[in-house]
């Protein structure tokens, strides 16, 4: 007998047992009450969707966006195919003349960062804003024309959350009106940034400002550090890739170490603080509070991306699990076709009370994240008038807020993956990859632990400000409102009689704005009366920040759907979301609301109760309100998740293309299989095994 | 100016900030109270860890068996490089007289399951177990040989949990004594069997078996798929990898369809069930209880199996924070050679919160484990008398814990890894590819979510046995116990009045005991009066299976120390670490100890108290109870967890290994990169950018 070797596997016709796919997930779509296109309408406007269409049929027909392969790609691979995409991108969107929403969206949907997207991520933008405007025609327009491609430096090897740490020193040398950019050791090597490791030509690099003998700290340099002939390292310069990473393997992090290494005086940028050509002189920087606007506009911009990244998982999970069956529910049966089948898994609690909550969670930071960016608007409205009284409690709220969002969505997605069983663990559920993509959001832009840090300080701050009367309730400082509520009552008893009470969103906001301001007060009264230090109340400082900003979720979320136009049948199904987010949350940290001592037992034990039945009352709406955020399957990339619920069909169909089933026999074979095998010599002409005893 | 391509990168010959990491681990070092040496003596006993060197050293000189490049490998390649490993491992096991336990070891060692794995793990101890002696002479032997190669196909594309819901058949053809195996739909498709992909030339398959029209649910087959000849799949048989997944990439999982495929009446597996040749008449199997035996033995296995899990997390992440600093701790700045250094960052609180109750836990799996196998072995030796008593509680135990202490593993992975800060991201760091591969444990043996279940089953029943005075508290069943003990008085308190009083180990064993009994009076009261139905109690369900496993998981911590043959320095160090283990659990469950009505307001505050207080007293010992654990640096191949501290050498050195740092210039530059650049051809002869305004 001989074979083919080079024929790839199929599969044979068959289709999955009923009922499909397709048919569950149509009865599931028949359930709803309300309609999801007027949702999606409502969440992103119509012309943003109108943009998303014209851009989805651009991309969807480019060879170098095509994601058929994404799942197999090996790291060099994908950096390769990479490079494709970043140069193909540079030139559509020309053509397309694609905005900056334009551009947004194709990152948003292609789902993969390449060498060049710290070049248009963080290059760019830094060079917009720190730079005089000689600066801007000597870097900034040719950064926008790709003639020189940036990445920033920041982080080095041996420091990240402590800016201040930075070891790289820039001194400056009055002689040659340069700059001395020196690595004094190894773990001041640059480390992380993006783009760095194959593709920048220059970087801006956070150095030591030492200019007579004074050291003031890390400034911005922009730096050349390859050639613009042939990309050789420039001399004096080591750089390269730092290496595989859990995810982001499209990506070239890297590392560059610089051994005195001379820039000219235009590197320093120059924006807000100078040094004088020749005496050296340090020019100090104006107030610096206008930049935190800036930080407030990153973390709300993420806060709002969550909203993506939670629906993304839960579309997949929610979906596959209306299809996937498993066990026959023997007190409520189902029958298909005159016969009984397996129970599709979201039927059963334990599946709801995993994904519903996550789903909940999804529309809450949408409408936190839309509430930041109002907040943002009208903050920087009112700095230009000179009123900075926003500001503190907005950016200790978005710190917070980026902190516990983006855990949030992390754990979403793990959560997910795992709620999708066995085949979670396949790459073609779209999960796998795209938790370990999305995991550096909770280190990046402040660290998730650091951060509440920040919010904690304001907030015990505020406290101690309302205590001493020096700070009045204002229709955007909540924060006032709650801490003032409560010291007019701190023995104040939660009012909920029977579990219905709990659908009150007055009785909900109270108790999380007690529970955050009691939380406070335990961490105020342990530092300034008990002698604690900081350090020794880390954990109840980070419970804090968590306590206010999950006010802040639940409140934003309620808020949002009182004024919100929208049918009364999509407001009931979101109300009724809302009040689930806020009760999951509350029963996930009910030790803190028994402990402030606003919830009983016998409340308590209604909330779980509440919990449940509300879990019951969205069963129906759950495939609706994913496909509400309408995200297209080229975005998904998913067999699992897919609109039409083809998922056996689809699994099948990524298998097909699986590398190693190109070939009918192993290329290891040979080597590993068949000395072993043949040893033995028992199987006839046909391969047979034709042992007998 | 040219250069050479070809030369990698290499970094500058400097050191590390001092102080380097190698000081700061000798200094913990010098901090503990008792000796490492002794409790991993006490731990693993001195002939394991005799053996562990014996093979350690053997395979540290054996290419196949390195390393090196285990982080840079593709899919392709790991599957490459595994089967030159399985080769070798055969060679080297028949060279070495390697016995069970040297081959577990170095399993163990080497760390990355191959394509042989499941021939080892599944189909040989399969064939041992359900086989008549023909068949042991027919498979088993030749298998032993590897002149089968086979694995185990259960699972399908449509189905895993409910074995009984399998589609494939095997109907008994009478008139040529044969069994004709078919895949009837696309679901039915064996889908997730390791070495099935590419390896195998047999499966076990479990397929409905069908004689005289009566179809008797799933049977073991052993089943030939491909030509021993070529391995070319025969005909009939569609077989392939079915691809990319999470982690476990160097196995080949696959998949397999049967067209009428007829096998020999041989193939079935008739140690239990048999079916007669010529009539087909079915012959049922003995009594199955024996068999539970056996799922006793391989989740205490995966129990034992854990602690190496978290105790490897664990390893790295608490010697990476006490080399890794981070700002200076201003109320308590830390000096060396008399300057102001930042501090390491397992001084502050919050890192011992995250990382201290993982390293309490791992010891807690060990003793759990431990336990779990001495109470296998009685019970194995009382049902060779006939008493099947232990058999109920060991079997539900050893599920809860199975799905419990896994679900804690992967949980605490993934937390040390982020506890790595930026760091952890890297593969380098060692628990990135270590969580992808170690996450299948939360599915396989049992999903967690289903084993709770019958956890759950079990202890409510004991419940209704205890209430109806059919069950009396008895040396070996805790569970009759605490149940008891509740009834008697479910109005009991905790008698702590102040911190310390949770030091005492009768004080928490009652809580929890306490805990778990209410949890089960409440769902069976819900059950069984309030007409609840099993479906709508699925979360209680699985909290009542959870508040059992912590039961025990702190009862075998407390008590295997009161007879260890431990110093007393090493003996109090550990009870401490068993309080922490407990009081964090409980921390963690708080709501559920306050809802019980046994611990007030008061003491859970008393109880967070005493845990902060607690990471204070076991800081000092951390690193050398990681050290315990006697991991090598071979097995967790991680620039963090390296014994000697080096940390940021060893990131530099992996690095320069990284295949994009082979050559000076990406290959991509031509195509992607110098198209831009030189658009706008202003730099000189050497590259540098000359732009001026």
Known sequence: MSFDNNVPTTFPKLEPRGPGGPFLLAQERAKATFDPKELTSFMYGDEWLAKLDKVLNVITNEPTFDKTDRYFESREKKIATSYQHDRRFFELSKEHKWDETDKNIVNFLYDQSTPFSLHYGMFIPTLRSQTTDEQKKLFLEPALRHEIIGCYAQTELGHGSNVQGLETTATFIPETNEFEIHSPTLTSAKWWSGGLGTAANHAIVMARLITNGKDLGPHPFCVQIRSLKDHSPLPGITVGDIGPKFGFNSVDNGFVMFDHYRVPHVAFLSKYSKVTPGSGEYVKPPNAKLSYG????????????????????????????????????????????????????????????????????????????????RLYELNQAEMQKGNFGLLADLHASSSGLKSLTTTMAVDAIEDCRRACGGHGYSLFSGLGQFYQDYLPNVTWEGDNYILTQQTARYLLKTYRNVMAGKAVPSEHNHTISYLTHFLQNPQAKCPVKEANDFMNPETILTAFGFRAAYSIAQVADQLDNKGRSWNSMLVEIHRVSRAHCQFMLVRSFIVALQDATLSKEAKNVLRTLAVLFALNTMEKELSEFILSGYINAEQSTLLKQQVIHLLDVLRPQAVALVDAFALPDY????????????????????????????????????????????AGRRFNENGIYTAKL
């Not at 023997?330 to 089948?341: D, E, M, T, Y």
């Not at 334990?350 to 960016?373: D, H, K, N, V, W």
């Open 635 to 678: 975005y998904l990339h998913s067999a699992l998740g897919r609109y039409d619920g083809d998922v056996y069909k689809a699994m099948t169909a990524m298998v097909e293309r699986e590398p190693l089933n190109q070939t009918k026999v192993v290329s290891s074979y040979d080597a590993c299989i068949k000395p072993l095998v043949h």
């Open 294 to 373: 800036t930080m407030v506009f990153v973390r709300a911009n993420i806060v709002l991306g969550v909203r993506y990244a939670i629906a993304r998982a839960a579309t997949i999970a929610i979906r596959y699990s209306s299809v996937r069956q498993q066990f026959v529910d023997s007190a409520n049966p189902k029958k298909w076709n005159n016969q009984v089948i397996e129970t599709p898994v979201l039927d059963y609690t334990m599946q709801q009370y995993r994904l519903l909550p996550i789903l909940a969670s999804a529309y809450a930071c949408f409408f936190t994240g839309s509430e930041m960016m």
